[in-house]
């Protein structure tokens, strides 16, 4: 495998391989580059305008011509800069900040045209009369007389209005770039994983966000090969990447009437490695597809991959025959779902159920119940926003039965005692023993059975008040359900074919 990255980060350049002749135009532009970006940097604009218009004519790339027009504007010369921008839009229509572009031109003519032109020459002032000669069109004064003033005209009268503040450009930098090359050309180019499609192919070039990325190149017939770089708005990078031949991996293209489905390779628990349509190297030998993707019936397929070989693979996914019920809600955060009487999944989540009449209810510690009674069908999803209700606080049921406990047993002692106070006449009544109404045990015994009935009367009314709010019940919790169909729509796929999964509301309540 042959490699040569050129980049502007102070490293060592390394050539291209020997049986490819080095791009001298993009050498070339790259020195215009980092010298324009030095006069930037030290503030000599118009001079790094030149620089980057330089590079331009050496590699036609449209971010050169942005750098020119960013230039002269920040040497505000706003006509070079519009003229500029206006052609970086002619060279990239479809930028991917082209309507930001936009809306500078506007603000960039509005400068332009409220630029006030240079004063006109003041005109020569008119020459002074002679002593004593007569004012235009009037009579000599009288000899002797004081010369009398002319007064100056006055000023027209006109009302004062407040100029309008002109408009402000926002903050603007040059654009870095990023030339990705291989050989072959041709190859597809993924960022950071392969879930996300593909980027591009090379040639490529264009500009990237400011933060580290992982380059995939792949190839049919090739190793795939992986780079790390870190785009900056003031570097040109440079990659190429020639790709070593691969005899003894096989190349397979998966290809499915449902575009976007996820795609495992003999294992689901690593998660899924890309979307269809998806194409990769293998290692030889038989290996397990599983495709899955939401309204339709999850696929598996064994396939043969050959050593050195190529092949495509397509896949037909079944439209789901089950129906879905999801539920969402912020305080469903926690609780779990349960289908008939058995867990379905911990909420917010989609659980699969077979059409037909299923109780569900959503149970949450702490919260009331959700429940409701629901007619799900075939390939069509509730969902259902729940919220959830706080059950009332159990801690004063449970003080409450305390304090009915303290008072009921309150009351059985002093019963006892009463109790005890009775007997102890009884007996003295039996042994023949005078007792008469003065005997003190008589009023105390009085009072101690008044007071059992006392504690046991508190007592009852607590236990009461702590046994209801033990069973308490706050406000029912509540949900609202919409009901989507999954729909199938056609769409066109890489290779022209292709369904795309669709929601269609049709009920709510």
């Not at 050539?15 to 980092?34: I, Q």
């Not at 991996?249 to 390779?265: F, K, M, P, R, T």
Request: aromatic share 8%; hydrophobic share 40%.
């Amino acid at each position: 495998m042959l490699l040569a990255v050129l980049s502007s980060l102070g490293l060592p350049r390394v050539a291209r391989a020997a049986d490819d002749s080095p791009d001298k135009a993009l050498s070339d532009a790259k020195d215009d580059f980092e010298t324009a970006q030095n006069f930037f940097v030290r503030g000599e604009f118009e001079a790094a305008a030149g620089k980057f218009l330089e590079a331009y004519n050496k590699k036609p790339y449209p971010a050169f011509l942005f750098n020119v027009a960013v230039s002269y504007e920040k040497a505000k010369q706003l006509d070079k800069a519009k003229q500029y921008f206006e052609k970086y839009l002619q060279d990239d229509p479809n930028a991917s900040d082209a309507a930001q572009v936009k809306l500078r031109l506007d603000v960039i003519g509005k400068l332009v045209a409220a630029t006030p032109p240079p004063p006109a020459p003041a005109p020569p002032p008119a020459p002074a009369p002679p002593a004593g000669a007569p004012p235009p069109g009037g009579e000599a004064p009288p000899a002797g007389a004081a010369p009398v003033p002319v007064p100056a005209p006055a000023p027209p009268l006109t009302a004062a209005t407040p100029p309008s503040p002109p408009p402000v450009l926002p903050d603007i930098d040059t654009k870095g770039l990023v030339v990705i090359d291989s050989k072959p050309q041709g190859a597809t180019i993924y960022l950071n994983d392969k879930r996300s499609g593909p980027f591009g192919t090379t040639p490529w070039h264009g500009s990237l966000e400011s933060k580290p990325v992982r380059l995939i190149l792949e190839a049919k017939g090739y190793k795939p090969e992986e780079r790390a770089v870190s785009p900056r708005s003031d570097k040109l990078i440079d990659v190429y990447i020639a790709l070593s031949e691969e005899h003894y991996l096989g190349w397979i293209e998966i290809v499915s009437n449902v575009v976007g489905a996820d795609l495992y390779i003999d294992r689901k628990d690593i998660g899924a490695i890309g979307r269809t349509p998806f194409t990769g190297q293998l290692k030889p030998g038989k290996h397990t597809i599983f495709l899955e993707k939401f309204g339709y019936q999850p696929l598996q397929q064994e396939i043969d991959v050959p050593a050195g070989t190529a092949a495509q693979h397509t896949l037909t996914m079944q439209p789901a025959q089950a129906g879905w019920v999801t539920i969402t809600g912020k305080s469903t955060v926690g609780g779990r779902l349960i289908v008939d009487d058995k867990f379905g999944c911990a909420t917010p989540c989609r659980a699969e159920v077979a059409p037909g009449k299923h109780k569900l209810r959503v149970e949450k510690k702490g919260f009331e119940d959700y429940e409701n009674d629901l007619e799900v069908g075939r390939g069509v999803e509730t969902s259902i926003e729940v919220q959830m209700s706080p059950r009332p606080y159990r801690g004063n049921a449970i003080t409450a039965g305390v304090v009915a406990l303290i008072f009921l047993g309150g009351g059985a002692y002093v019963g006892a005692l009463a109790q005890n106070t009775k007997d102890s006449i009884n007996n003295d009544v039996k042994a023949g023993v005078l007792v008469d109404a003065t005997d003190a045990r008589y009023t105390r015994g009085k009072y101690q059975a008044i007071a059992a009935d006392v504690l046991f009367g508190v007592g009852a009314l607590v236990a009461a008040t702590a046994v209801y709010g033990l069973f308490e019940h706050g406000p029912d919790s509540t949900g609202v359900a919409e009901h989507h169909t999954i729909s199938l729509a056609p769409t066109l796929a890489p290779d022209g074919t292709g369904v795309a999964t669709g929601l269609t509301l049709w009920g709510r309540f």
